[in-house]
């Protein structure tokens, strides 16, 4: 069984530009969360894909978008970069989309996004 | 609303006990436990569900308390590798679509 993974490991972009952060999810798994975690804060939603659509969104800008593909990973697609942007980005798949509460979520190891 | 989590930071001996305790102003669906050391990806730990019971395995237990939408997390006779950020995550009852919000964490630091 292959867990989560996430690419790239790390990412320095300049204020303004646009980033696009990828994650495989877990086999078996039809449901992928974003989340953005700031130094010594704990993971925040970003949203949901749930069988390649849009399902459930946290307090992000639009600029925050992304897509889930048929083989159920994911992107994530930031744009206009802001230097509060920077943070560590986590995927997590998990089974049952609108049920997650019932799922346990399976992180990867993350994307380390710095904002110059 | 972000569950509040407590204490904020916690250092003990190996061998001693930790309780960490994760409260919502909202009533909860559920409460998911994680825990994260540093440079890794947040571990799952355990899920308790609303009107279910008490959880653990090992040394590791966990409580919800609906009625004060509180839960805890026991760590018994704590190893070194229980060391890390520990995160709750809650899943209210009346907005499925807030998903899980977590809580901004306990840091555990077990002692030799």
């Known amino acids: 069984e292959t867990g989560v993974t996430q690419s790239p490991t790390h990412l320095i972009k300049t204020r303004g530009q646009q980033v696009t952060l990828r994650c495989s999810s877990q086999s078996g798994h039809n449901t992928v969360s974003w989340y953005q975690q700031a130094l010594g804060q704990g993971p925040q939603f970003i949203f949901q894909?749930?069988?390649?659509?849009?399902?459930g969104r946290g307090n992000f800008p639009p600029r925050f978008s992304g897509l889930q593909f048929p083989n159920y990973s994911s992107e994530l697609n930031v744009n206009a970069l802001e230097l509060d942007d920077s943070a560590l980005y986590l995927c997590?798949?998990?089974?049952?989309?609108?049920?997650?509460?019932?799922?346990?979520?399976?992180f990867g190891p993350g994307t380390r996004l710095t904002v110059l | 609303q972000q569950p509040v989590q407590s204490p904020q930071a916690v250092i003990l001996r190996e061998g001693e006990d930790a309780v960490i305790n994760c409260s919502s102003s909202?009533?909860?669906?559920?409460v998911h436990w994680y825990r994260q050391k540093h440079g890794e990806a947040p571990v799952f730990l355990m899920i308790l569900l609303k009107g279910g019971e008490q959880k653990g395995h090992e040394k590791i237990s966990a409580s919800f308390n609906e009625k004060k939408q509180q839960s805890s997390l026991y760590l018994t006779a704590s190893q070194l590798s229980y060391s890390g950020t520990y995160f709750c995550g809650t899943e209210s009852i009346m907005n499925r679509d807030d998903k899980i919000i977590f809580g901004k964490g306990t840091r555990l630091h077990i002692l030799p």
């Open positions: 909202k009533a909860l669906y559920s």
């Open positions: 894909y749930y069988r390649e659509e849009e399902n």
């Open positions: 997590a798949s998990s089974f049952g989309g609108r049920a997650l509460g019932d799922n346990e979520q399976f």
